[in-house]
């Protein structure tokens, strides 16, 4: 790693490190862990539009805590190509990447208005994945399809 690199970036104690986030997307990851809404306090650092080997990317840093398993799947649905590097003591002790699941229930609203799950009815949106490069979902029930914005703008 070079100096320059080191200096940009500055490693965390205890946390979550979202890395090889889509560029431009570092965004919609703070939205979803709940930054945004002031739903937590913790210290968070971003870095945006940083060099790696595979093009640029975002990074997202949350000190002392670890990010739920549901939170995870939303950031999969934006940036598939995401990992999640678990700190201790400075140390990656954990790392994985965001797992793109099968099934995407009560995470994600339907873009079409007249969707039943849009009526005030008691019905989850839920969606099939069909395309994963893009992240492609299918409703259930309307069958429309939604990627790319149509997806991040409606990650609930
Ligand atoms: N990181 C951090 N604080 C630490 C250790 C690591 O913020 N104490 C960050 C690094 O800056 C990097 C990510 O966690 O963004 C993963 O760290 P590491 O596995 O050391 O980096 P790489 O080997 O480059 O990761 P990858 O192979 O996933 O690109
Ligand atoms: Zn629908």
């Given at each position: 790693?070079?100096?320059?690199k ?29 930054v ?18 595979m ?102």
């Open positions: 790693m070079n100096k320059d080191k200096i940009k970036i500055t490693p965390i104690e205890y946390g979550t490190v979202i890395d090889h986030i889509k560029n431009g997307h570092a965004m919609k990851v703070l939205r979803i862990i709940g945004l809404d002031k739903k937590m306090d913790s210290i968070v650092s971003v870095a945006m539009n940083v060099n790696s080997s093009g640029k990317k975002d990074i997202v840093k949350v000190e002392n805590i670890e990010i739920k398993s549901d939170e995870l799947d939303k950031i999969s649905l934006i940036s598939p190509r995401a990992t999640v590097n678990i700190i201790r003591n400075y140390e990656v002790i954990k790392k994985h990447d965001v797992k793109l699941p099968e099934k995407v229930k009560g995470i994600v609203s339907c873009i079409n208005n007249t969707c039943i799950t849009n009526q005030n009815e008691p019905v989850e949106p839920e969606f099939d994945v069909i395309g994963k490069d893009p992240v492609t979902l299918k409703c259930v029930y309307c069958e429309r399809d939604m990627k790319g914005e149509e997806i991040s703008e409606n990650v609930l």
